[in-house]
């Protein structure tokens, strides 16, 4: 699996947008990029997926750049409820067991 | 959407004793799931894939006869922690692949998580 960087914290006001960055220089072709979050003391959470275009569902936009080696995690309106650990993971569709790997992620703290 | 139940979601036992936590599909049929564990401040770390009809695989480092997993039914797997020890306290999480969800790409629903605090 193509290996993520992130930064390890971010704060956001609440009402703004908050853009959370992720570097996956190493990525390969069939590689997804996923994002998920934890709120404290509960499960991760699906946010979003993409391969090469960007997407946008309720939750949040995805913009990946056009070498992919990047990509940007979009929650266009904080809210304190969107406090939580986001996680980016990079993993090809058919891998043996599916299953996701996860790092470090980016402590989100919105603030009033 | 797809939704993933764990039981309990905190357990406190004595040293020695074994705990069980299920964690079952509630809306899709799951052939895979998975397990992972979570210690305070960091991340998930895998644990094992939990196969329907057959054997869990674990993980580099993960004990097969601590961590005893069984996938019975498309619905329910189980992960019992056998003579738990303080050292295992840990939030225990589970997730399964939902196939009309994720399509081609892996997508997976986790559940709540249990909480196990041993004494």
């Known amino acids: 699996d193509a290996k993520t960087t992130q930064p390890t914290s971010m704060d956001c006001a609440e009402g703004r947008a908050a853009n959370l960055p992720c570097n996956h220089s190493?990525?390969?072709?069939?590689?997804?990029v996923y994002w998920y979050r934890q709120i404290h003391s509960q499960g991760p959470q699906y946010i979003i997926h993409?391969?090469?275009n960007n997407e946008t569902n309720e939750m949040a936009s995805l913009i990946i750049t056009e070498d992919r080696k990047s990509s940007t995690l979009i929650l266009p309106h904080a809210t304190l409820r969107d406090t939580a650990v986001y996680y980016c993971i990079v993993r090809a569709p058919n891998n043996a067991g599916n299953m996701l790997t996860f790092g470090g992620g980016t402590r989100l703290m919105v603030k009033p | 959407g797809a939704v993933v139940s764990q039981h309990p979601s905190r357990v406190i036992c004595k040293s020695g004793t074994s705990v069980k936590i299920e964690c079952r599909s509630l809306?899709?049929?799951?052939?895979?799931m998975f397990w992972y564990r979570q210690f305070p401040k960091q991340s998930l770390m895998l644990m094992a894939t939990s196969n329907e009809g057959s054997k869990a695989t674990y993980e580099q480092g993960v004990e097969k006869d601590k961590f005893l997993i069984n996938h019975a039914s498309l619905t329910l797997s189980t992960l019992t922690v056998t003579s738990a020890h303080p050292e295992d306290s840990s939030f225990y999480i589970c997730?399964?692949?939902?196939?009309?969800?994720?399509?081609?790409?892996?997508?997976?629903?986790f559940g709540a998580g249990s909480r196990l605090t041993v004494l």
């Open positions: 809306d899709f049929q799951a052939t895979t």
């Open positions: 997730s399964a692949r939902d196939r009309v969800l994720g399509s081609g790409a892996n997508v997976l629903t």
């Open positions: 190493t990525i390969s072709g069939n590689e997804y």
């Open positions: 993409g391969l090469k």
